[in-house]
T-cell receptor, first 113, second 113 residues
Framework: DQQVKQNSPSLSVQEGRISILNCDYT??????FLWYKKYPAEGPTFLIS?????DKNEDGRFTVFLNKSAKHLSLHIVPSQPGDSAVYFC????????????FGRGTQLTVWP | KAGVTQTPRYLIKTRGQQVTLSCSPI?????VSWYQQTPGQGLQFLFE???????NKGNFPGRFSGRQFSNSRSEMNVSTLELGDSALYLC????????????FGEGSRLTVL
C-alpha cells in the first residue's frame, strides 16, 4: 500500500523559473514530512522538512507547503537551477514507527538552461 | 565528519546464493535503517536497528535479515537470492528519531543473474 504518492514521475522546468513538486499522502497519522534529493549513483540527501503543526517551512530557495486537510504537500524551488536536476522523494514519518520513513516513488526534475 | 559508508558498492550474484551487505553509520548515530530501491517501487523499508535491537521491520520475506553490532555498524543478509532481489540497497543512520533526517549512504547495487 503506497501511503505516500508522487503522481508526477517527471517535471521539466526552465532555469530561473519555479519548480513545484507535489506529494499526496493517505495516512492521517503522519506527523512529519521530509523531502530528499537524489543524484545518480549517490544516496538520497535530506533537503527540507516540515512538522504537521506548521503549514510552511522555508530554507533558502526551497519552501515546503503542507495542506493537512487535503493531505497534500508541495516543494517549491525558486529560482530553479540546472544543479537542481535530480530525483526528489517525498517522505513521511509516523511518530510511533521509530526509524521508518514512508517514501513516495520520486519525481525526476530536469532544469534546462 | 565521515558519512555513512556501505560496502560493497557493486556486486553480482546468481540465483540461490546469499549475500551480506555492510553499513557503517555516522559516528554517534545509533539508529541504522535499511531500504531497498527499485525503479518501480521507490524506496521500500526493510528494517531498523537501534542499540543492537531491531525496532521495526517492513514487509519483506524472512530471507531478508539484519543485525547491528555494539559499535552501531550493521549488516543485512539476503539468502536464497531471487532475480527480483536485484536493487540498490541503501543504509541510513540517524541519532534516534527520523525527524532529524536520515543520512543515507551511497548504496550497494546488487544484481542477481
Amino acid at each position: 500500500d503506497q501511503q505516500v504518492k508522487q503522481n508526477s514521475p517527471s517535471l521539466s522546468v526552465q532555469e530561473g523559473r519555479i519548480s513545484i513538486l507535489n506529494c499526496d499522502y493517505t495516512n492521517s497519522m503522519f506527523d512529519y514530512f521530509l523531502w530528499y534529493k537524489k543524484y545518480p549513483a549517490e544516496g538520497p540527501t535530506f533537503l527540507i522538512s516540515i512538522s504537521s503543526i506548521k503549514d510552511k517551512n522555508e530554507d533558502g530557495r526551497f519552501t515546503v507547503f503542507l495542506n493537512k486537510s487535503a493531505k497534500h504537500l508541495s516543494l517549491h524551488i525558486v529560482p530553479s537551477q540546472p544543479g537542481d536536476s535530480a530525483v526528489y522523494f517525498c517522505a513521511a514519518d509516523r511518530g510511533s514507527t521509530l526509524g521508518r520513513l514512508y517514501f513516495g516513488r520520486g519525481t525526476q526534475l530536469t532544469v534546462w538552461p | 565528519k565521515a558519512g555513512v559508508t556501505q560496502t560493497p558498492r557493486y556486486l553480482i550474484k546468481t540465483r540461490g546464493q546469499q549475500v551480506t551487505l555492510s553499513c557503517s553509520p555516522i559516528s554517534g548515530h545509533r539508529s541504522v535503517s535499511w531500504y531497498q530501491q527499485t525503479p518501480g517501487q521507490g524506496l521500500q523499508f526493510l528494517f531498523e536497528y537501534f542499540s543492537e535491537t531491531q525496532r521495526n521491520k517492513g514487509n519483506f520475506p524472512g530471507r531478508f535479515s539484519g543485525r547491528q553490532f555494539s559499535n552501531s555498524r550493521s549488516e543485512m543478509n539476503v539468502s536464497t537470492l531471487e532475480l527480483g532481489d536485484s536493487a540498490l540497497y541503501l543504509c541510513a543512520s540517524s541519532r534516534d528519531r527520523v525527524v532529524e533526517g536520515l543520512f543515507f549512504g551511497e548504496g550497494s547495487r546488487l544484481t542477481v543473474l
